[in-house]
């Protein structure tokens, strides 16, 4: 059930994330935030973009942890409402890396 709620919340979220951008990442370049995306995902096996006060981004690191493998870790920043320009543009344009378009994090690219 919680799952589907999500599901209708989610073009709420996108929306939201595409506003904060918008009105605190105007003066930053879409293109070159994408280019980072890019180049941190290349730079490990395993990379996990994580917000640092999200519990399901803890817990998200605390499986990679146990599992062995060496992983990257990107914070963001500490929470979705704490993110400065860059951060609210990379947050929407992570959702364009990932099938589901989720402005959400954890996310994890292997």
Do not use: C, H
């Not at 395993?46 to 803890?58: A, D, E, K, Q, R």
């Not at 990107?74 to 929407?92: H, M, P, Q, T, Y």
């Amino acid at each position: 059930a919680m799952a589907n709620g999500m599901t209708l919340l989610k073009p709420v979220f996108g929306a939201e994330a595409k506003l904060q951008a918008s009105i605190l990442g105007s003066s930053v370049d879409p293109k070159e935030v994408s280019q980072e995306i890019e180049a941190e995902i290349k730079s490990s096996p395993i990379v996990i973009y994580t917000y640092g006060l999200s519990p399901f981004s803890t817990e998200a690191v605390s499986l990679l942890e146990s599992t062995g493998y060496a992983f990257e870790k990107i914070e963001v920043g500490a929470e979705w409402f704490l993110l400065n320009g860059k951060d609210s543009v990379k947050r929407v344009l992570l959702s364009e890396f990932v099938e589901n378009g989720a402005t959400s994090l954890p996310e994890v690219f292997v």
